[in-house]
T-cell receptor, first 111, second 115 residues
Framework: KQEVTQIPAALSVPEGENLVLNCSFTDSAIYNLQWFRQDPGKGLTSLLLIQSSQREQTSGRLNASLDKSSGRSTLYIAASQPGDSATYLCAVDTGGFKTIFGAGTRLFVKA | EAGVAQSPRYKIIEKRQSVAFWCNPISGHATLYWYQQILGQGPKLLIQFQNNGVVDDSQLPKDRFSAERLKGVDSTLKIQPAKLEDSAVYLC?????????????FGEGSRLTVL
């Protein structure tokens, strides 16, 4: 059974700092992995999607990597800003139409 | 391109009452999902449709929850009777589900409070 874990559960950093959010999964047989952002009271916004054959994806200040063999993905945020404050969730598509979510990392960027 | 639409955004009911949520996915998306997100947790899949057929409803509490997707487009999720533990945000998502994509797009969610 696939399980997705995100560490840390919460993170507070000063503005301008580079940071890394971690996502681990127990079964390496995945179809893709997706990172989302969720603002309070809002739905989920897709940030990056990494297919199982890819190693990383980049969008602006965000870079997501995928290492299937070790069951890990990281989301790197460069030069963090207060507007980056949100909950970040990773979701693993196990194929067979199943997507499993982690509990998320709550990020607070201090001005 | 219009996103996933959900209504109502907020609903407050008393336990044992019923409630219904509506979702209209992105045009052309064959796959539609309903997730339940309890405060502080990640979303949990309740039911998944491929066109108007159910792909997975293994985590749907079928004694009180029901969902349908008539005509393979919009969908309704119903809870009857509601319990206190059903207080959560109900998220609808859709996916094109073609080869090498599968990207999920979410609506704003419907927040349910059961008193």
């Amino acid at each position: 059974k696939q399980e997705v874990t995100q560490i840390p559960a919460a993170l507070s950093v000063p503005e301008g700092e580079n940071l890394v959010l971690n996502c681990s999964f127990t079964d390496s047989a995945i179809y893709n992995l997706q990172w989302f952002r969720q603002d309070p009271g809002k739905g989920l916004t897709s940030l990056l999607l990494i297919q199982s054959s890819q190693r990383e994806q980049t969008s602006g200040r965000l870079n997501a990597s995928l290492d299937k063999s070790s069951g890990r993905s990281t989301l790197y945020i460069a030069a963090s800003q207060p507007g980056d404050s949100a909950t970040y969730l990773c979701a693993v598509d196990t194929g067979g139409f199943k997507t499993i979510f982690g509990a998320g990392t709550r990020l607070f960027v201090k001005a | 391109e219009a996103g996933v639409a959900q209504s109502p955004r907020y609903k407050i009911i008393e336990k044992r009452q019923s409630v219904a949520f509506w979702c209209n996915p992105i045009s052309g998306h064959a796959t539609l999902y309903w997730y339940q997100q309890i405060l502080g947790q990640g979303p949990k899949l309740l039911i998944q449709f491929q066109n108007n057929g159910v792909v997975d409803d293994s985590q749907l509490p079928k004694d009180r929850f029901s969902a349908e997707r008539l005509k393979g487009v919009d969908s309704t999720l119903k809870i009857q009777p509601a319990k206190l533990e059903d207080s959560a945000v109900y998220l609808c998502a859709s996916s094109l589900r073609q080869e090498n994509t599968g990207e999920l797009f979410f609506g704003e969610g419907s927040r349910l409070t059961v008193l």
